[in-house]
């Protein structure tokens, strides 16, 4: 073995030992952050973003002292600034996660999500703290993790505040796909199959014109989205009804009470009933004689007949 092959040899061996480092890190890493959040079952989550999560409130120091925090342009070197890593060829050009498939399976980039390659990027003038909110183990390799955001604004320390949901490949502890489940007027439904109802009950009408100052909020619009959580750990969108009509009824049959289906059809299985005057938004499907209902209050998601709704 001559001196020059044994040079190479002992490079090789180091750089494959320092990958080796370097992967074993980012695995503790990733476990360690994953300690900060408390395990949750799919079933659960309908109820968790009702009642909120089951852990005791913190206050904002003692959630400082235990989250991933990340201020404006210079975040530190975590577990997501590694993991966020993975590019994605989008229309010829790479992209980072987290990433959407459409329901023909192309695949985009998940827009309004906040992660540190965002805040590296853009010279902003706020801050912005994670709060450790929910896991969910969906399979042997796929995760989810549900993240509350809270952002500080450094003019007059107002904040606002949303959740959001990303999935993981343990295996890799690589971020995979994502979306906002919680800010504002939207308002979120796990079904039992992994699909994800999003209703967003208020909308910008005029969307070509969204700059303009005399734009108008119209609260009898709004969007409503579907995602099918995959196998993959991706989100395929599978339903997109944007500027859909949303409505604040009230429950009126002769009977008292009114069946709350699961298909929008007579033969269709009764989930529950609602009393006479409870006051439900809904969906007014167009073209149909039914109305879906949203889940603001504790309703589970249903169809109601429109000649029941006042």
């Given amino acids: 073995m001559t001196r020059l092959y044994r040079l190479l040899l002992l490079a090789a061996t180091l750089v494959c030992a320092n990958q080796i480092q ?15 959040f408390p395990e949750y079952e799919w079933e659960d989550l309908q109820t968790l973003f009702i009642k909120g999560p089951k852990t005791s409130e913190f206050s904002y120091d003692d959630y400082r ?4 925090y990340v201020e404006p342009q210079n975040g530190p070197d975590n577990v997501f600034n590694h993991i966020r890593n993975m590019q994605t060829d ?7 996660p987290p990433h959407i498939k459409t329901n023909d399976g192309e695949i985009f980039p998940a827009g309004g999500l906040l992660t540190p390659s965002y805040f590296k990027e853009e010279d902003l003038s706020f801050s912005i703290s994670y709060f450790p909110w929910a896991k969910v183990k969906i399979s042997d390799d796929v995760l989810l993790l549900f993240i509350r955001v809270k952002v500080i604004a450094s003019e007059d320390d107002s904040y606002y505040g949303y959740i959001q949901m990303f999935t993981f490949k343990l295996s890799t502890q690589q971020m995979i796909s994502g979306i906002i489940v919680s800010e504002n007027d939207k308002y979120t439904f796990f079904e039992p199959d992994k699909s994800i109802y999003l209703y967003e009950l208020n909308a910008y009408r005029d969307y070509e014109n969204y700059d303009d100052e005399d734009f108008v909020v119209d609260p009898n ?10 196998s993959d750990g991706y989100l395929r969108m599978t339903e997109m009804q944007e500027r859909a009509v949303f409505k604040r ?9 009114v069946n709350v289906r699961k298909e929008p059809t007579t033969q269709s299985e009764v989930l529950y009933t609602l009393d006479d005057g409870k006051v439900v938004y809904v969906w007014m499907i167009p073209d149909s004689n039914w ?3 949203v889940c603001v209050f504790n309703e589970k998601r249903g169809y109601v ?3 029941r709704l006042k």
């Fill in 90 to 96: 989008v229309y010829g050009s790479k992209t980072p």
């Fill in 291 to 293: 109305a879906e209902i």
């Fill in 305 to 307: 007949h429109k000649s």
């Fill in 249 to 257: 009824k009230i429950i009126k049959d002769p009977d008292g009470y």
């Fill in 221 to 230: 619009w709004g969007n409503r989205y579907v995602f099918k959580l995959e």
């Fill in 22 to 36: 370097a992967q074993t890190q980012m695995q503790q890493e990733f476990e360690k952050f994953l300690t900060l």
């Fill in 65 to 68: 002292k235990n989250i991933w």
